[in-house]
């Protein structure tokens, strides 16, 4: 006699601490196995594209910050840099420094809430607050700069909001040269833990052909194995001026691209923000950081598609201007967005606790993906 | 690095039913128009041909283009006969680091066009979003439902430009 096997579908979501957010993953499970996986969004959709077709460009710049609410200045930097080449204006060397500093800044602080928040999916809770306390400083650096801690509207078009705070450069260093010795910390902690090793390595492998037909970008097309990162391979702002490496996967516990290695390769994404603010901070420029801010944006009937890396990935503006003070359409290309297509693909033949581990490891902010 | 004239003379060359159409007079990003009905069997060329290997879709996004006619609705809103609706897709080679625009514009009234899913992936909700926000149909597309609005949302594509918004939804007032 044989027993009757029957596929159950289990949510897990929309609110469920691992999810990061409102997702809703519909996991149909074989006995523990997993044979698909449908994610369900929007539950945060805000509209931000039909907003954009009623206001001013200016005006659009707070909404941005909203979309990766982690990497706020990123997502300002991308949005600025779009409306810049549509006017066609050049920004001061020293507005362009400042800007590269901040989303690096940003960049590390993203990097470390997703680090932290993947140990604490895992059950590694203390690195969590490591993590939190580095970026609290970050936060602070941030805050003597613009006031704001997470959603800036600092980066404007043809400049920023404000100049640096005095002791802006001081401090950066400072927290520099602290920084540095918590990561090795953090390595000893939970990088290179036992228990953390056996959860991540080996699960959720990402081959680099799936990778790239999905269209994946970022830490986790890195950690496949390709160096693409768009500050080197299709530069923008002052990149090119700075010497940095390119970290990827080298599947050191595992398999190239498992979830360990796009764990890994945010950990070393962080140093190599270290040194671009490094050598950025030396090599600033003085210089009126509001004087090429244009009294009248309106911009040239045309298209275009300007694109920068974010922390999670590519992050793209296509933007239509129909000649008049507001666009016509924006479509922004959420790195988020298309990152979490792949999660059927690489949860398929895994076990439900594994779930939690790549989706950790795919790091979305559901703010981005639902727009 | 092809430039957009070599590209599009190897497309000329190997695809001779396809009638394409070089655009350079918009400013900023020139593009190639592509049928509708052709766009899937252009992709997988680009995508497979050994010169060009455009082996990313970085982006595709659709557009109202909002050019046809405007009247009144029974009730008085003014809505849009005729017009295009268009679909932009920037694609990338990772090997041969070149990009390339495609455009196809479809009726605005009844928006089909072909899906590139089977060539690329990462159009899976790319494609969805264009279906949910404007109501293009994409042919062949294997998971063809809303992605961002509700599945229950029946008061049409909230992106075009001449959407209402609904005074209800499921009994709670929508304008607060």
Known sequence: ?371 | MKSLEEIVEILKNNLPDVVLEAHSEIKFEPFILIPSDKIDKVCLFLRDNPELYFDSLVNLSAVDDFNGQKIKDEQGNEIMTGGTMSVYYHLESIKFRHKLLLKVTTERDDPIVNSVVTVWNSANWHEREAFDLFGIKFNNHPDLRRILMPYDWEFGHPLRKDYQNPEFYQGMKVPY
């Not at chain 1, 706020?72 to 840099?81: H, L, P, Q, R, S």
């Not at chain 1, 270290?274 to 801010?293: N, R, S, Y």
């Open chain 1, 1 to 371: 006699m044989s027993v009757r096997t029957e596929e159950m579908v289990l949510n897990m979501g929309p609110q469920h601490p691992s999810t990061h957010g409102v997702l809703r993953l519909e996991l149909t499970l074989d006995g523990e196995i997993i044979t698909k996986v449908v994610p369900h969004i929007g539950y945060l959709h805000r509209c931000f594209e039909k907003h954009c077709e009623v206001m001013t460009y200016p005006q659009i710049i707070p909404y941005t910050d909203r979309m990766d609410y982690l990497a706020a200045m990123g997502n300002e930097f991308g949005y600025v840099i779009a409306v810049e080449k549509l006017l066609g204006i050049q920004v001061p060397e020293r507005v362009e420094y400042i800007r590269v500093i901040m989303a690096e800044l940003q960049r590390i602080a993203s990097h470390l809430v997703a680090i932290g928040t993947y140990g604490a999916d895992i059950g590694a809770f203390t690195p969590f607050l490591y993590c939190f306390r580095d970026r609290e400083r970050i936060l602070n650096l941030f805050e003597i700069t613009c006031g704001a801690r997470l959603l800036y509207n600092y980066i404007w078009i043809g400049g920023l909001s404000h100049d640096l705070h005095p002791d802006f450069i001081r401090l950066t260093k400072e927290f520099i040269r602290e920084f540095k010795p918590n990561l090795k910390e953090l390595n000893n902690l939970l990088t290179f833990n036992k228990i953390f090793i056996d959860r991540t390595a080996n699960v959720g492998i990402l081959p680099l052909e799936t990778a790239i037909n999905f269209g994946i970008t970022g830490p986790m097309l890195r950690a496949s194995g390709l160096k693409w990162d768009l500050r080197k391979d299709d530069t923008y702002s002052v990149y090119n001026k700075f010497d940095f490496n390119i970290p990827v996967g080298d599947g050191r516990m595992g398999t190239v691209g498992d979830s360990w290695d796009r764990y890994f390769v945010r950990v070393l994404e962080m140093e190599e923000s270290l040194k671009i603010i490094e050598q950025a901070i030396e090599q600033i420029p003085d210089g009126d950081v509001t004087a090429a801010i244009p009294k009248r944006i309106k911009p040239p009937v045309g298209h275009i598609y300007s694109r920068v890396e974010n922390p999670r990935g590519e992050l793209g503006y296509f933007i239509i201007s129909d000649g008049s003070t507001s666009p016509f359409r924006v479509k922004v290309r959420a790195p988020s967005f298309v990152n979490l297509q792949i999660m059927d693909e690489l949860c398929r033949g895994h076990l439900v606790a594994d779930v939690i581990a790549i989706l950790g490891s795919v790091d979305i902010v559901l703010g981005e993906v639902d727009r």
